[in-house]
């Protein structure tokens, strides 16, 4: 489907009272941020007005936020077929939501952004205009992390009472490491009287990797009841307790967070917790739970990021006739995808190349990954269903089955620098573990000896019949 490939028509007006929907909803993100709370009204202008483009468009982005993908790609396709109908500035964002939320094609995403903030640089305070969007996911995910800060703080001095910028600027604090920074975004967002799932999670994140119980709970305390808030700082505690080897605590979480969600009717977003939680289970060494996980969240959803994880899952646990498939998919349906395109699929076909014994083939398939490998992705940024830089980790293991144990070292040594990108993902747990064992067969046991204990000492809650602590504390006991 060509952009503009029908001629553009005079835009139409929309009924006054699916406006007045439309506004609503608009007003609500405008003061709270609370994304999920506007949706009803975006979705009450399109049920008044079934050709109301931007209504359309305004459910996509909205329902991508919390994770229902599906809808919102169904949403922003509509928008863009009825695009003919609007005017030249809302068809910027359209066509920006088209490829956000359809193709994929983040870059393609962006440039569109400053095209479009070219062409109208003064409009007003919107979560539809082009500086607000700027501080998102096309920019973020294509690695332009000092754009989308400078975006942000230009917006906020612009309307210090527009939501979305804080949580937008401390998003990408926290995918830089600046945990400090984020924290001051956070509490003058408080101040505010903010209150959505994304705040609550980086405030919860940060407490988790700076080790700060006391905030944890606060912050669990303070988003139960909360719509949306709820499962998805349930879900924060389940990837917080799996990353410290508490798996049995981290079920019970998880099976709350799904529990929640479907109470909400997040159908999506219950299907993302589960294969989050198959992919803990395989990475742990529990390859027979985590298949059944990944096998239960594709019950509940095809999404693209519920697909990659289960099929993660699944090449995790040595199951590469399933996860292949899966990939395949992927490749199918988002050819275009920056996500898919350049993260997904390599890895899963690296898995399976790793699987056959090729490790040397999966290393140099996994270069292509490269250009984003420390931007944010569908798993990261504002969800935090897992993290990022699988690639590495993947690479990690792949290079220490080629015997190149120095490069090793410098991919698990890289997901242990990059925390913010990483974030309460058991891999960044589990990197001290494999560094180790690259330290081992590069005969430096002094650093082996370190690298064990950082694990042990992470670890030093978890279940005792953990298959991989199993196996790190027999590894670790040889080098006394």
């Known amino acids: 489907m060509e952009k503009h490939s029908t001629p553009l028509a005079e835009a139409t007006t929309p009924s006054l009272e699916a406006l007045k929907a439309y506004s609503t909803g608009m007003r609500v993100l405008n003061s709270s941020a609370n994304i999920p709370t506007a949706i009803p009204f975006f979705q009450r202008a399109v049920e008044i007005d079934p050709k109301f483009a931007m209504a359309h468009a305004s459910v996509g982005i909205a329902s991508s936020t919390f994770g229902e993908t599906v809808l919102a790609a169904q949403s922003a396709t509509r928008a863009w077929q009825l ?69 942000s703080l230009k917006q906020m001095a612009i309307d210090p009472d527009f939501g979305l910028s804080y949580s937008s600027l401390a998003s990408t604090y926290f995918l830089l490491d600046r945990f400090e920074e984020a924290e001051r975004v956070l509490q003058q967002a408080f101040e505010h009287k903010l209150e959505n799932p994304t705040l609550f999670m980086i405030q919860y994140n940060i407490a988790v990797l700076k080790g700060e119980q006391g905030q944890v709970d606060r912050t669990a305390t303070l988003a139960k009841g909360k719509p949306s808030v709820g499962h998805t700082v349930a879900h924060a505690e389940a990837l917080a307790l799996a990353r410290s080897g508490r798996l049995q605590l981290a079920r019970q979480s998880s099976s709350r967070a799904m529990n929640l969600a479907l109470q909400e009717r997040q159908r999506e977003a219950a299907a993302s917790y589960r294969a989050a939680r198959a992919v803990w289970e395989a990475v742990c060494g529990n390859a027979a739970k985590g298949k059944d996980d990944a096998l239960a969240a594709l019950a509940l959803s095809d999404g693209r990021d519920v697909e990659y994880t289960s099929a993660l899952a699944l090449a995790l646990s040595g199951d590469s006739s399933r996860s292949q498939p899966l990939a395949d998919d992927l490749e199918k349906r988002f050819p275009e995808d920056t996500f898919a395109k350049f993260t997904y699929v390599p890895v899963l076909r690296a898995l399976s190349l790793l699987e056959r014994g090729k490790p040397t083939d999966s290393v140099e398939l996994l270069q292509v990954a490269l250009p984003y490998e420390l931007a944010a992705n569908g798993l990261n940024f504002n969800h935090f269903y897992l993290g990022g830089l699988h690639s590495a980790y993947v690479r990690g293991q792949a290079l220490l089955a080629a015997h190149r144990y120095v490069e090793a070292a410098a991919e698990f040594q890289k997901i242990l620098d ?63």
């Open 83 to 151: 695009r003919d109908r609007v005017t030249d500035r809302e068809r910027f964002f359209i066509d920006f939501i088209y490829d956000r939320q359809v193709t994929g094609n983040l870059e393609r995403a962006y440039q569109t952004l400053e095209s479009w903030l070219r062409t109208y640089p003064r409009e007003e305070s919107s979560p539809n205009n082009a500086l607000s969007l700027l501080g998102g996911l096309s920019t973020n995910g294509t690695g332009r992390f000092e754009r989308a800060i400078e975006a």
């Open 418 to 480: 990059h925390r913010g990108i990483v974030g309460a993902d058991p891999i960044g747990a589990l990197a001290h573990l494999q560094l180790a064992r690259a330290f081992v067969l590069s005969k430096d046991p002094i650093k082996a000896k370190v690298a064990y204990q950082d694990f042990l000492t992470l670890w030093r809650d978890a279940d005792s019949d953990i298959p991989i602590l199993v196996q790190a504390k027999e590894e670790y006991a040889r080098l006394q």
